[in-house]
């Protein structure tokens, strides 16, 4: 990592130990969606964005682009670009290149995510295509409080938060985590928010359980991770991967099927599965404007402005500290 990068210790075995048991102790049983993002799972993420399938990437894409150069209004120049879960450059990219009075929007960029060897590559990139950007990654789980570097200018800044990852977190977490956000950036802080829209269950399901089983590999390298640090021993190919769309929670669920009874070793423990008993790994909630409004206000932030496809799949959303 280049530098002046500021980590924060990395999730150590014994903890992603002590997040399996908990979680595969649970009824039902579960595991936390940071254990997807390994080497592997990073991998296996970026394509998946790629496929037809999934709009979500590319909608955002076109948004992103489309209201870039609108950043300099947003903040004065020389300001720091904060994007939380930062495991690419590609959509910070897009606010990175703007300028405003021949200076660029944003001198600082501040990279949250728990993927070591994800920030290391971002900051090789990035200094090839922004020389006299000041990349900081910060080794973290972004869910967590966390502290910026006291030496960030004084510049307003712009938190980011895109890919509709605020999706994953459950009510009371995204609450906590925007409310977390504002005291982190500060009073005069800005917020760019990319949000999944509700549609019809015939769009999300593909979306998530792909043709070409890029999600069912995606999801079953939790399995595979588990194996290699927690001392497990799952067959993943024991496990069918399920989306399911549950309207009551207005969200999609990402399950783990076991194909048959099973006990699998973990640690020193036996966990046990029924046959058809699922393992919950993931939540992707579905918001309307106004959730995301309410949601805004509830945590220190007010929508100052939002942009939405033709389709209205996906939406951008700015908010402002108050």
């Not at 399938?53 to 720091?80: C, F, K, N, S, V």
């Not at 609450?175 to 982190?184: D, Y």
């Not at 588990?226 to 001392?231: F, G, H, I, K, Y």
């Not at 909630?285 to 805004?296: E, N, V």
Request: glycine share 8%; with cysteine.
């Amino acid at each position: 990592m280049p530098d002046d990068a500021w980590s924060v210790r990395g999730v150590p075995d014994p903890a992603v130990l002590r997040l399996a048991l908990d979680g595969l102790g649970a009824t039902p049983k579960t595991l936390p969606p940071q254990l997807f993002y390994d080497e592997e799972g990073c991998r296996l993420f970026y394509a998946i964005t790629a496929l037809p399938e999934y709009y979500l990437t590319r909608t955002e894409g076109a948004l992103l682009r489309e209201i870039a150069p609108r950043a300099a209004d947003w903040l004065q120049p020389g300001a720091t670009l904060v994007e939380y879960g930062a495991s690419h450059e590609a959509k910070a990219k897009l606010l990175l290149a703007g300028r405003s009075a021949g200076r660029a929007t944003f001198e600082t960029y501040v990279a949250i995510d728990v993927a070591r060897a994800a920030l290391s590559e971002m900051g090789a990139r990035l200094r090839q295509e922004f020389p006299q950007l000041r990349f900081i990654p910060i080794e973290a789980d972004f869910e967590q409080p966390l502290l910026l570097p006291p030496d960030l200018p004084a510049a307003a800044k712009l938190g980011f938060f895109p890919g509709s990852t605020i999706g994953n977190l459950d009510p009371v977490g995204r609450r906590r985590f925007l409310a977390q956000a504002r005291e982190t950036l500060g009073h005069d802080a800005a917020f760019l928010l990319g949000a999944d829209l509700r549609k019809p269950e015939s769009v999300l399901i593909p979306a998530y359980d792909d043709a070409a089983g890029v999600t069912a590999a995606f999801n079953r390298n939790l399995l595979v991770r588990l194996n290699r640090e927690a001392n497990a021993e799952f067959d993943p190919d024991s496990f069918d991967h399920r989306a399911i769309w549950n309207a009551a929670e207005g969200r999609i669920e990402m399950h783990l099927v076991s194909r048959h009874a099973q006990t699998v070793r973990v640690g020193s423990a036996h966990v046990s599965f029924a046959a058809g008993e699922t393992i919950h790994t993931e939540n992707s909630y579905k918001f309307t404007p106004d959730d995301i409004a309410g949601l805004a206000a509830d945590a220190g932030w007010r929508l100052q402005d939002s942009w939405t496809d033709a389709e209205a799949r996906f939406g951008l959303f700015l908010l402002k500290a108050i």
